[in-house]
Nanobody
């Protein structure tokens, strides 16, 4: 049974950092392209970062500030978020590119 559990969100001031975690079960993350998305109420879900065998990629809005990584031994994917901005406030989700399952997400709030 596929499961993704996101954690690590919270409240942070502009310029701060957070590290999100996505613990996977029911499949092995090393064999999949893994992605982080975010969603603000009333807007479409936005792809922010991907990691696969060919490397990683980022949306222009987070490039240079966010880093996606994975620990194959822990079957976990991470999103290190630095220099956070007000507009990074959203619910963040991880997902395997070819598996139709979404976790519950983790809320990130950037506010002064």
């Amino acid at each position: 049974q596929v499961q993704l559990v996101e954690s690590g969100g919270g409240f942070v001031q502009p310029g701060g950092s957070l590290r999100l975690s996505c613990a996977a079960s029911g499949f092995t993350v090393r064999y999949y392209v893994m992605r982080w998305y975010r969603q603000v109420p009333g807007k479409e879900r936005e792809l922010v970062a991907s990691i696969g065998s060919g490397g990683d990629s980022y949306s222009d809005s987070v490039k240079g500030r966010f880093t996606i990584s994975r620990d194959n031994g822990k079957n976990t994917v991470y999103l290190q978020m630095n220099s956070l901005k007000l507009e990074d406030t959203a619910v963040y989700y991880c997902k395997a590119a070819t598996i139709s399952y979404w976790g519950q997400g983790t809320q990130v709030t950037v506010s002064s």
